[in-house]
T-cell receptor, first 109, second 113 residues
Framework: EDQVTQSPEALRLQEGESSSLNCSYTVSGLRGLFWYRQDPGKGPEFLFTLYSAGEEKEKERLKATLTKKESFLHITAPKPEDSATYLCAVQATGNQFYFGTGTSLTVIP | KAGVTQTPRYLIKTRGQQVTLSCSPISGHRSVSWYQQTPGQGLQFLFEYFSETQRNKGNFPGRFSGRQFSNSRSEMNVSTLELGDSALYLC????????????FGSGTQLSVL
């Protein structure tokens, strides 16, 4: 069964304290892995797409990496405005997207 | 460029009623998909439409249905509402639905009493 699991469920960091979020997946034929950010009361907003193992993408304080079974979202020196829920999604050969339940990140000033 | 627009923003219904939610995709996007988001289950895929045809469907009961019009606007209908249908319903659009990011609306928050 296609499945996406994110950990931890919640993460509290001090401003400047770097960390990583994990997304592990089991899907039959990965077409792509996507990271989204969701703020309260809003829909998810696209961050990155990764298509093959070894691929990395970077944007400001965020860096996403992909292996054959998991992806990491590394947050370097986070700021309070990085507080949000981070969602991982995979698109399988059936074209359907499978989302994880997200990691709620709080960055304390 | 306007984003994905969902209406209404909030809805309160009672058990047994039916509800229709609306989604206007980004201009030019032909793929529209719907998701149910709840705190415990995360985003669950409902269905996807492309050029007025349902191309993919998730594991939801037949009470959940949708359609897409020739201008790519989409509606989702839930009949005989149950308490467990309370959720945030998100609509997402993209050009083709294949190998590309989704653009999400802000959702419709449905409360069933």
């Amino acid at each position: 069964e296609d499945q996406v699991t994110q950990s931890p469920e919640a993460l509290r960091l001090q401003e400047g304290e770097s960390s990583s979020l994990n997304c592990s997946y089991t899907v039959s034929g990965l077409r792509g892995l996507f990271w989204y950010r969701q703020d309260p009361g809003k829909g998810p907003e696209f961050l990155f797409t990764l298509y093959s193992a070894g691929e990395e993408k970077e944007k400001e304080r965020l860096k996403a990496t992909l292996t054959k079974k998991e992806s990491f979202l590394h947050i370097t020196a986070p700021k309070p405005e990085d507080s949000a829920t981070y969602l991982c999604a995979v698109q399988a050969t059936g074209n359907q997207f499978y989302f994880g339940t997200g990691t709620s990140l709080t960055v304390i000033p | 460029k306007a984003g994905v627009t969902q209406t209404p923003r909030y809805l309160i219904k009672t058990r047994g009623q039916q509800v229709t939610l609306s989604c206007s995709p980004i201009s030019g996007h032909r793929s529209v998909s719907w998701y149910q988001q709840t705190p415990g289950q995360g985003l669950q895929f409902l269905f996807e439409y492309f050029s007025e045809t349902q191309r993919n469907k998730g594991n939801f009961p037949g009470r959940f249905s949708g359609r897409q019009f020739s201008n790519s606007r989409s509606e989702m209908n839930v009949s005989t509402l149950e308490l467990g249908d309370s959720a945030l319903y998100l609509c997402a659009s993209s050009w083709t639905g294949f190998d590309e990011k989704l653009f999400f609306g802000s959702g419709t928050q449905l409360s069933v009493l």
